[in-house]
Antibody, heavy 123, light 115 residues
Framework: QITLKESGPTLVKPTQTLTLTCTFS??????????VGWIRQPPGKAPEWLAL???????PYSPSLRSRLTITKDTSKNQVVLTMTNMDPVDTATYYC???????????????WGQGTMVTVSS | QAVLTQPASLSASPGASASLTCTLR?????????IYWYQQKPGSPPQYLLR?????????GSGVPSRFSGSKDASANAGILLISGLQSEDEADYYC?????????FGGGTKLTVL
């Protein structure tokens, strides 16, 4: 059974850097085709894709946020970390960790989601 | 103009069918895209329903009932999520998604009310 759990601060100040950790189980990021990513959803709005990281260290990013995002993996710890710099109140959202397969490996939907972690940006 | 446009809301009666549309921006041909559909209920993360590109390229999410199905309307340049035999538990927000210009893009979502 695949599970993912997000962790990180619930409150950050404007201009600070946000660091979120996704800890997962039920699969390995060293397995060919496997990916983990991040999606956020501001209150009352649609989700927005942020970034993915695949088993081969391929890292697609949202073009509009690329300059602020970094995604890394620690295969031995079953963790993926997302950092977002220069946080602003508009970045207030629930941040979800998701499981994904590379399109060459099967259905590349966001098939499993974590429960999400709410991050508020305020001074 | 947004890449994906969904009606903000839709109402339908229990037992009826509901067609949720996802219109692609002019210049983006629906025929070339896989369209993914997600359902989100209040307080929960979105859940994957299905993807549809064509009758030969489609996939149902794990455990998703067959009364959820996908199609396209090429004349409207739109993807469609059809929900038949509506149940009260289908009341939720529905989002369409495509991979476009090296990014995953979400539609604005449709709030489906079953009453």
């Amino acid at each position: 059974q695949i599970t993912l759990k997000e962790s990180g601060p619930t409150l950050v100040k404007p201009t600070q850097t946000l660091t979120l950790t996704c800890t997962f189980s039920g699969f390995s990021l060293s397995t060919s085709g496997v990916g983990v990513g991040w999606i956020r959803q501001p209150p009352g709005k649609a989700p927005e894709w942020l970034a993915l990281i695949y088993w081969n260290d391929d890292k697609p990013y949202s073009p509009s946020l690329r300059s602020r995002l970094t995604i890394t993996k620690d295969t031995s710890k079953n963790q993926v970390v997302l950092t977002m710099t220069n946080m602003d109140p508009v970045d207030t959202a629930t941040y979800y960790c998701i499981h994904n397969l590379h399109p060459t490996a099967g259905d590349d939907a966001f098939d499993i989601w974590g429960q999400g972690t709410m991050v508020t940006v305020s001074s | 103009q947004a890449v994906l446009t969904q009606p903000a809301s839709l109402s339908a009666s229990p037992g009826a069918s509901a067609s949720l549309t996802c219109t692609l921006r002019s210049g983006i041909n629906v025929g070339t895209y896989r369209i993914y559909w997600y359902q989100q209920k209040p307080g929960s993360p979105p859940q994957y329903l299905l993807r549809y590109k064509s009758d030969s390229d489609k996939q149902q999410g794990s455990g998703v009932p067959s009364r959820f199905s996908g199609s396209k309307d090429a004349s409207a340049n739109a993807g469609i999520l059809l929900i038949s035999g509506l149940q009260s538990e289908d009341e939720a927000d529905y989002y369409c998604v495509i991979w476009h210009s090296s990014a995953w893009v979400f539609g604005g979502g449709t709030k489906l009310t079953v009453l």
